[in-house]
């Protein structure tokens, strides 16, 4: 089946600092990829969709500043945390959805998460 | 937009019990709604999931129900086991929209051996 992969599984920074998390399709394109944040024991809440080839759409809330969205690739999205501050310490959880996946409302795939932690 | 709201947040059972788990939404075009089981630090892996044409599904220990009417769906898990303490989220999705899945605030599944 389609699987997502997501690195690093874990960071630690200090305040000040960006952080970039990958996110990766291994076996399929995908033109569309997710961002979720997760806070502990709390769902998963969107932050943005990533868009191959053009920019993030981000959900109400969201600094797009803040957290940058690149998808450069029909197999990777980056989302960098620019400025990092304790706040932002999160699980942050990518998913995406496999184009070839019929019909279109099928499953997410998601990545592994990042524990993000900022110091 | 989509609300999809889910309780209860925590549910504690002794292994060997049956386990619900609701959800309701508010869009009545919504049309397939997913359930997913988030182990602690791990991602979150579909374990059924339900369209609208159909009230219910059932796979081994797991079943889902859907009220359309009553705009609501239930997850149900039979003779608990300790490996199923999870969190567990329902989600919504609007066929014909953007597919992203609304999801409800997850509800943390304790099952005491």
């Known amino acids: 089946g389609a699987v997502v992969s997501q690195h690093p599984s874990r960071v630690i920074c200090k305040s000040g600092t960006s952080v970039k998390i990958e996110c990766r399709s291994l076996?399929?394109?995908?033109?569309?990829m997710f961002w979720y944040r997760q806070f502990p024991k709390k769902s998963l809440m969107l932050m943005a969709t990533?868009?191959?080839?053009?920019?993030?759409?981000?959900e109400q809330g969201v600094e797009k500043d803040k957290f940058l969205i690149n998808h450069a690739s029909l197999t990777l999205s980056t989302l960098t945390v620019t400025s990092a501050h304790p706040e932002d310490s999160s699980f942050y959880i990518c998913?995406?959805?496999?184009?070839?996946?019929?019909?279109?409302?099928?499953?997410?795939?998601f990545g592994n998460g990042t524990r993000l932690t900022v110091t | 937009g989509e609300n999809v709201e889910q309780h209860p947040s925590t549910l504690s059972v002794q292994e060997g019990d049956s386990a619900v788990i609701k959800c309701t939404y508010s869009d009545s075009a919504s049309n397939y709604f997913p359930w997913y089981k988030q182990e602690l630090g791990k991602r979150p892996q579909l374990i059924i999931d339900?369209?609208?044409?159909?009230g219910e599904k059932k796979d081994q220990r797991i079943a889902v129900t859907l009220n359309k009417t009553a705009k609501h769906f239930s997850l149900h898990i039979t003779e608990t086991q300790p490996e199923d303490s999870a969190v567990y989220f329902c989600?919504?999705?609007?066929?014909?929209?953007?597919?992203?899945?609304?999801f409800g605030r997850g509800t943390s599944l304790i099952v005491h051996p």
């Open positions: 990533s868009n191959e080839g053009s920019k993030a759409t981000y």
């Open positions: 339900i369209r609208s044409n159909v």
């Open positions: 076996d399929f394109q995908a033109t569309t």
């Open positions: 998913s995406a959805r496999d184009p070839e996946d019929r019909p279109r409302d099928s499953p997410l795939h």
């Open positions: 989600a919504a999705i609007l066929s014909g929209g953007s597919y992203i899945p609304t």
